[in-house]
């Protein structure tokens, strides 16, 4: 911080400009966390402030709104500034716009580091709310300004471990249709972010139960919470996703769960990003949540007075599109989340088989590919979650094997040959039997991934060759 520092009033100074740390920054160096983005406010001529700080510490330059001139700094250290003009004739102004006390705090850069507390400006009392770990709305017209902000405030609640203030749960309850005048990229963000914490089942309740605001995102739960009781569930189908969520991250939060080398690649694979910072675990989340959305849709009653669900897979793959759309997510994430959907009964229709033949386990892996841990995840949260509350007392020891057997086979017979080309590459089968590209050459890729599957080959390019040549060979003589 302090290099930093020097520079930002080294360049202040040179500028002749009045210059403060603002926002988030601020309230994170209060708190003692690591800050790595910083938030800055002068009041004139941003622009060359920030250029000036880019100079100085060999950093890039980024405009990221020219017309309410705001600009960032990036740094080799992945640390950032942004810079943006005071809103208003004087920092109080600029703090009147700010969405949370705590939040609504400035400390002029022309004092010292390490903060002098008696010195940060703080009109609405921000300092006070940060010991009282309380989030707080600024007036009466914070959501009606930016609605983003309703969600913004659950953010900070499980970045922060905070709670929020009465009045203003209240006031987000009285604005939460407004929600839906939001982007669908801003509420994605909020969203993925919240999904971050490691008990984001409880912030996805909470923003159902306590603002009334989850439903104005996602219309289909409150559908949801009218079906779902049946043979195998005692709650409907709302409270059993978010009870299949809490199962997923207790799982993944759990030392000792499933054996270890199943637990690193569970994390190792749940790292991976998706989509700019968001993860697979955050996406793996959301499926939890979505995977029974398409129940209300697909609740039949049969002859007997039974209430089945059949197909709720099919109708809940069509709704989670719409709202993978309406959220702008990637066209990865969208396919991602519909396969989670769509597939989420597979590895439950085996347990019930009974069946972890070799063949079985291989159409399980064609069908789910990469994602194959993803779903065992889900599946596995989701059949806890309906048995848990069936019987509180059940051993879950047998599906867990099962699903721990499942996993290491993906792992150590199937996973290595999704990348086929690292064996054999598409244009070496059309050199080797001297064939044009199209249907056939991923017809014999996919016999090759078969037969060193099951054994019938080893996974050395000779042996495939030697395979792929018996298999057009035979191919000649079916043709005569």
């Not at 930016?146 to 499980?158: E, Y």
């Not at 029974?292 to 849709?297: A, E």
């Not at 949260?381 to 048995?387: E, H, N, S, Y």
């Not at 199209?438 to 019938?456: D, P, Q, R, S, T």
């Amino acid at each position: 911080m302090i290099n930093i520092y020097d520079i930002l009033v080294n360049a202040k100074n040179t500028l002749s400009l009045r210059a403060y740390i603002v926002g988030g920054s601020l309230r994170d160096i209060l708190i003692g966390k690591n800050v790595k983005d910083y938030d800055l406010v002068v009041d004139k001529n941003p622009r060359g402030y920030a250029e000036a700080i880019a100079t100085e510490l060999k950093g890039r330059f980024i405009i990221l709104d020219e017309e309410q001139e705001t600009f960032r700094v990036i740094l080799d250290s992945k640390e950032f500034i942004d810079i943006s003009r005071m809103k208003g004739k004087s920092i109080i102004d600029d703090l009147k716009h700010r969405d949370f006390t705590i939040n609504a705090m400035a400390y002029d850069v022309d004092n010292s580091i390490p903060i002098i507390k008696e010195k940060i400006l703080d009109p609405y009392n921000g300092m006070k709310d940060l010991d009282r770990k309380l989030i707080k709305h600024l007036t009466e017209e914070t959501f009606e300004a930016d609605p983003i902000r309703m969600l913004r405030a659950v953010r900070f609640m499980a970045a922060l471990d905070f709670s929020l203030d009465e009045d203003t749960i209240q006031q987000i309850t009285k604005n939460a249709s407004s929600i839906k005048r939001v982007s669908g990229e801003r509420v994605s963000y909020e969203l993925f972010e919240i999904l971050k914490s490691n008990k984001s089942y409880y912030y996805l309740s909470y923003m159902d139960k306590e603002l009334k605001l989850l439903d104005k995102i996602f219309p289909d739960i409150e559908e949801m919470k009218k079906v779902g009781e049946c043979k195998y569930h005692v709650v409907n189908s709302w409270t059993h996703s978010i009870y299949t969520v809490k199962v997923a991250e207790n799982v993944i939060n759990e030392d000792g769960f499933f054996e270890k080398h199943i637990k690193r690649a569970f994390e190792e694979h749940t790292r991976e990003l998706i989509a700019a910072d968001r993860s697979r675990l955050q996406l793996i989340k959301l499926g939890a949540l979505f995977h029974d959305i398409g129940k209300p849709s697909a609740m039949k009653i049969d002859s007997s007075g039974r209430t089945r669900f059949r197909g709720h897979e099919i109708t809940g793959t069509k709704i989670v599109k719409g709202y993978s759309e309406a959220l702008k997510l990637s066209t990865l994430e969208k396919n991602i989340l519909q396969k989670y959907v769509y597939l989420h009964m597979l590895p439950l229709v085996s347990y019930k088989n009974n069946d972890v033949s070799g063949r079985a386990l291989y159409n399980i892996f064609s069908k789910m590919g990469e994602e194959t841990l993803d779903i065992l995840l889900i599946a596995f949260a989701d059949i806890v979650a309906t048995r848990r509350l069936l019987d509180p007392h059940e051993e879950m020891g047998m599906i867990k094997i099962h699903v721990e057997y499942i996993a290491n086979n993906y792992l150590t017979r199937y996973k290595p040959l999704e990348k086929i080309s690292a064996i054999i590459t598409g244009k070496e089968i059309m050199d080797t039997l001297n064939i044009p590209e199209g249907e056939e050459v991923g017809m014999i890729l996919e016999e090759v991934k078969k037969a060193i599957y099951f054994g019938e080959i080893s996974s050395s390019k000779e042996a495939v060759i030697e395979y792929i040549k018996g298999i057009k060979a035979v191919e000649d003589l079916k043709k005569q």
